[in-house]
């Protein structure tokens, strides 16, 4: 199994910035894609961001396109996701999710996601 724990949400003022963690469990985090999905109140859980294997490719939904930049570090079995400019509607728990031999851009299908992570909320306030 492949734990994935995120980190860094919480509250921030409309037009500010966070940055999420995802702290991975194992010894094989190079092979997976890694990515973000965020689920508000009411909605279904919707694709955020996506980061290949090595890092080389990254792909976004246009909600955040622009404005939130994934990234990843392979030694530390870690992935990033920086949050800039943010809008009330970016308000949402946000998971991290791994994908095994996955594209960035097939990973904003749901059925891509082997592993989840618990979620951490983020709330923008306006």
């Known amino acids: 199994q492949v734990q994935l724990v995120e980190s860094g949400g919480g509250l921030v003022q409309a037009g500010g910035s966070l940055r999420l963690s995802c702290a991975a469990s194992?010894?094989?985090?190079?092979?997976?894609?890694m990515g973000w999905f965020r689920q508000a109140p009411g909605k279904e859980r919707e694709f955020v961001a996506a980061?290949?294997?090595?890092?080389?490719?990254?792909y976004y939904a246009e909600s955040g396109r622009g404005r939130f930049t994934i990234s990843r570090d392979n030694a530390k079995n870690t992935v990033y996701l920086q949050m800039n400019s943010l809008k009330p509607e970016d308000t949402a728990v946000y998971y991290c999710?791994?994908?095994?031999?996955?594209?960035?851009?097939?990973?904003?299908?749901?059925?891509?996601?082997?592993?989840w992570g618990k979620g951490t909320l983020v709330t923008v306030s306006s």
């Open positions: 999710a791994a994908a095994r031999f996955t594209s960035v851009q097939a990973m904003d299908n749901i059925g891509s996601v082997n592993y």
């Open positions: 194992g010894r094989t985090f190079s092979n997976y894609a």
């Open positions: 980061i290949s294997q090595s890092g080389s490719r990254t």
